[in-house]
Structures are given as C-alpha cells and as structure tokens.
C-alpha cells in the first residue's frame, strides 16, 4: 500500500564495503564521486545516486568527489554546473576541496591514449560512423574486423597526433581500443574512445578538437582520483568489462565498479530528454516548474531536503529494477513536514457564511495554537471572528447524502477554535442557481467549541473572517501524467495537472516570505512560492496533501497502481 512504511531494501554496496574494510583491500578508505554530465537539471534519480554517494562516503569516514563528467562540449553549458552544485549543496552535501572535471584529464588521457597506441591495443579508424555501426554485428551475431584494425603503431600515432592537430573533419576518423569484434558484450567490439569535434569546450576552450569517449574518461578519472568504490546505475553493467579493460590495459590503480538499480518512480520521468521536451513544449513552466522531478522543482513545490533524504534511505539501494510509488515520496515529506511546520486556517474555494445573529460591528479573537498536537510546542495566535467568513465550498451542501457531516439547511457544526453554527437558509444566484451565500445562527454558549447542554456535533470544518482574509493565490497540483508508467509521455502527459485558486486565509499570513511553509488545517501543506510570492501579494504552491490520495487516482480510473 503506498505510503506504508517499507522494509529497508537490502544494501549490497554496504556489504561490500564491510568486506573491503575487513580485508583492507583499500587499505580502510572509502571515496566515492558523483558524476554528472552538466547536460541537464538533477533530477529526483540523480538524489538518490548523491545520497547514496555523499552518504556512503560520509558513514564510513571516507570523502565523495564531485565531478562534472564534462566530455561532451555540444551538450554542456555552464548554467548546468552552476545549478547542479547548488542542488548537490542543498541537498545537504560537502565535496570540501575535492571538485573535478573530467576535462582537467585531457592531457592524461590524451597520453593514455597514445600509450594503448604504443602497445598495438588502440588505432585510428576511417570507417564511416554507417559503416562502423554494420561492421559491429549484432547481439547475435559476431563484428567484423576494421580494415583499418592493423595499422601499424607509427601510422597510428601519426594519424592520432593529426587529429589532434585538427587536419580532419568530425566523423571522419575515431581513434578505437584494438580488443575483440567477437566479443559477446558489444561494448568489447573494438569501442571507439577518441573522436573529433570541432567545437570549443566551456573549459579547454578551443584547445582539443578531439573529444574522449564516456567509457574511457570516466575509468581514468575514477583512477586518477583514486576512487575506491564506483557507484553507477545498472545500465553501466556491461561496461564494465571496458572499465577494466581499458585499466588493467594502463596498469593503473583499479577502483570496482558496482552498479545498482536506478530510481524510477511512478506518474514521473527521468529522462533529462523527456524533461528538456517538457520544458521546451511549454508543458511546464521551466526546469523548476513545481511538477517537475527536477531538484530545482522539487524545492519550489516546497520539499525539503531532509525528506529527500528520508525518501533515499527509506528505498534503500539494490539490484533489481523497480518502480517505487508516489506515496512513498510523499510519505517520507509529509513525515518530514509534520514535525516542523504550524497549522494555520485558509480556505481554497471560498463561500460566504452570514451568521444572521452575530453583532454587524463586532470581531471577538480566538486563541489558536499552532500546533494543536502539542499546543506547547510552536505556540499560538489570535484569529479574528466576526459575522461574515468563509469556508470551503465543498464543506456545504444543500442535499447531502447521508454520511456527510458537514454543513447543510438544519445541520449543525463546529467553527474550529470558535462556535457552533446552524444552517438557517442558502442564498442563490437567479439566473444560474449557483450558491452565493449561506446564513447562519451561531449559539454564543459554545465559544470554544463545546456546548454546555452537552450536544454534539459530528462535523468541524475550517473558516476565516471575511474582513480580515489575506487574497492569495494558491497553485494546487496534480501529476503531470495520467499513467504510473508513462510509455509515449504525450500520450500520458495530463494537460490538466494545474488548478489556480483565489483563496483566503487567515490574516497571520499577510506579509508571508517567500519560502515559508504551512499547513492549511484540513486541506495540506503549503509553501509561498520562492520566484512569485511577495509579502504583500502572498502565492502559494500545495506541496501535498494531508493524506494519501493516490488511492483516488486508481478509484477514478486513471491507471492500475500494481
Ligand atoms: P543521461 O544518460 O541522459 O546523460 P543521466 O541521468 O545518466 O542521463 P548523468 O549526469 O550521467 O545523467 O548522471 C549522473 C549520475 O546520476 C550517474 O552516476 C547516474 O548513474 C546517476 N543517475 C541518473 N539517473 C538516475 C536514477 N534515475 N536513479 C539513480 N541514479 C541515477
Ligand atoms: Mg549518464
């Protein structure tokens, strides 16, 4: 059931870390890295790899590198860097002095390059990108060899060092470790690891017209920064093979990879592809749209960074592919958020309630407590009370069935914090039939809540002093596909994902800083957006709701949660 607590998934990396350190293959350290390619904003995917990272480093008294996995220049810009360490900081983590780019490797990697050249296990290849794709065969049929596979060493380091040197075009020759075109795992078949671009880096500028290949980078980092532990995603697996390869080829130190199972969560995506679609159709509003599982929108939505902490721990790390759902995510920050923030009054939909009996002039204060769990925890403040408010259009119904126990014609309820109120009659619009008003009588024996002759009421709902609201603007969401799993994400994409209300609330939340976080009593938390909130014109994002409602979501049809 989403949201239960779930049985801490089995952690092999830890495991394997215990065994290390009980044979001090690593002599007791631990360093691991984190290494994004800044192509992209993190993602909720890439906080679990951090967590898993930063903390495992963290538990064992090690260190994590931070490293930008930079070898792409087309793909990358600065403006990813920059968001990808502020998310990684914020997220709770420290890299202290150890912050890395792959492109600082160039030149040694370059030389590493020229030394498999040297020992006959690298050379350059004029096959065209159509023709190196036929040549490779397939999963069930072997690779055939390049025609230009023996090339002797001395034209090899020839046409290496003219690459280099910019005399060819892109496309036109790729420097290829020399392995086996028979091998069963494709990425042994003779794996480029050197091609041309034309095309200046952020950080070497136009220095290299050569770029090195993901496989063969991200190795030799590991081992120049003498990494221990290299933690990937499961897709890496068959490149592993390479990963050794290309180290014991070198001879140099030799970190273990180990894969585990990525994070995929249910009514999201993960693919920076799919989220750059997202973006660039309009879908959302930006990067930090608060339905995005970007870092940067998850933070606007008004998660905290503890309970994307909570989240990772609570799934733990493993080997098998699966999905977690969405209220597990929301579990742990409801969990999180319970504990910290105050409960306020505020009403999304708002009706007018007249109380026909209740002085025109008069405003009596309640004494309310922040955090009625346990008043003595956050406090109290004083909410105003006078002849008209509102409250939630739904918490009124003029022929109510018969399990609803809130306000309708005879019925009574409580006021929180304040007094009983009796339906007397329901003002409607002539023309359209809609509700505009109800009035009401209020019994001045029950300031409080309770009535002296011992009657009770079943239902309480929430309300806020007409003459004393604060108008805010409250953006209520729901996910951004109509399928836990979505396949073709336009197909699944629910254009319907974003509700604006005028609201009310009450008058303690005027002047709100952006950032501030509440729960509305009945109705969830919330947070002032941080880009569109201001003081004196307060907009609010719903982070979650009270409770579970993905349960509704399979009840309407929408999608079958297994
Ligand atoms: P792409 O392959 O499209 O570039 P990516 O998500 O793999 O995308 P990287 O920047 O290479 O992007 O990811 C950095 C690190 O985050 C990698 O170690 C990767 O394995 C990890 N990572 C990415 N997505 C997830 C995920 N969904 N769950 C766990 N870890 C992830
Ligand atoms: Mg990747």
């Known amino acids: 059931m989403a949201g239960n607590e779930i049985a801490p998934a089995s952690n092999f990396i830890r495991n394997i870390i215990d065994e290390d350190n009980r044979t001090g293959k690593w002599g007791g350290r631990v360093v691991t890295r984190f290494p994004p390619e800044p192509n992209g904003y993190l993602h909720i995917g890439h906080a679990k790899s951090i967590c898993i990272n930063f903390g495992l480093a963290a538990e064992y008294g090690g260190r994590c590198h931070m490293r930008f996995d930079d070898t792409n220049p087309s793909k990358e810009e600065i403006e990813y860097i920059d968001s990808i360490l502020e998310n990684v900081r914020w997220l709770g983590f420290d890299w202290g002095e150890h912050l890395y780019y792959a492109s600082?490797?160039?030149?040694r990697l370059y030389e590493?390059?020229?030394?498999?050249?040297?020992?006959?296990?690298a050379y350059v290849c004029d096959l065209s990108p159509e023709q190196t794709r036929e040549y490779r065969g397939t999963l069930t049929e072997p690779g055939r060899e390049s025609p230009y596979r023996n090339r002797s060493v001395e034209e090899n380091l020839d046409l290496f060092e003219r690459m280099r040197r910019g005399e060819f075009k892109d496309g036109e020759r790729v420097l290829r470790a020399r392995i086996d075109m028979s091998s069963p795992n494709l990425n042994m078949r003779d794996p480029t690891i050197y091609r041309i671009k034309h095309v200046a880096h952020h950080r070497t500028g136009d220095k290299w017209c050569i770029y090195p290949m993901y496989d063969f980078t991200h190795c030799i980092s590991d081992s120049i920064e003498r990494i221990t532990h290299s933690i990937c995603t499961l897709e890496f697996e068959d490149n592993r093979a390479l990963y050794d390869w290309v180290l014991d080829q070198l001879g140099v130190?030799?970190?273990?990879?180990i894969e585990f199972a990525r994070l995929n969560l249910e009514y999201m995506v993960m693919s920076k592809r799919i989220l750059l679609r997202l973006v660039q159709d309009g879908h959302v509003s930006g990067w930090d749209d608060p339905r995005m599982p970007t870092i940067v929108g998850l933070r606007r939505r008004g998660y905290t960074s503890e309970s994307i902490r909570l989240f990772a721990e609570r799934i733990g790390v493993g080997k098998r592919e699966s999905w977690i759902e969405m209220g597990v995510l929301e579990k742990a920050l409801r969990d999180d958020l319970n504990t910290k923030v105050k409960r306020v009054m505020g009403v999304l939909k708002p009706l007018r309630l007249v109380i026909d009996n209740f002085p025109e002039d008069r405003v009596e204060e309640f004494e309310a407590p922040y955090f009625p769990d346990d008043p003595s925890r956050m406090g109290h403040?004083?909410?105003?009370?006078?002849?008209v408010l509102y409250i939630e259009r739904n918490d009124f119904m003029e022929d109510p069935p018969k399990k609803f126990f809130r306000l309708a014609p005879g019925r009574e309820v409580r006021l929180r914090w304040a007094y009983f109120v009796k339906c007397e009659r329901v003002v409607k619009d002539e023309k359209t039939g809609e509700i505009i008003e109800i009035h009401c009588t209020y019994d001045p024996e029950t300031r409080g809540g309770g009535a002296p002759d011992g009657r009770k009421v079943k239902g309480t709902i929430h309300w806020v002093s007409a003459a004393h609201a604060v108008e805010a603007e409250v953006r209520l969401y729901d996910p951004l596909f109509k399928e836990p799993r979505p396949e073709d994400y336009r197909e699944a994409l629910n254009t319907d994902s974003l509700e604006?209300?005028?609201?009310r609330l009450e008058p303690g939340l005027g002047g709100v800083e952006p950032g501030s976080r509440f729960q509305f009593e009945r109705l969830g938390y919330f947070i002032a957006d941080i880009k569109d909130s201001r003081p004196e014109k307060p907009v609010f994002n719903r982070i979650v709701t009270l409770r579970d409602t993905w349960a509704k979501i399979v009840a309407k049809g929408q999608g079958g949660r297994s």
């Open 104 to 107: 600082d490797y160039f030149d």
């Open 112 to 121: 590493f390059a020229v030394r498999l050249i040297k020992e006959g296990k």
């Open 253 to 257: 130190y030799h970190p273990q990879q």
């Open 381 to 387: 403040r004083k909410v105003p009370f006078s002849k």
């Open 500 to 503: 604006v209300v005028q609201a």
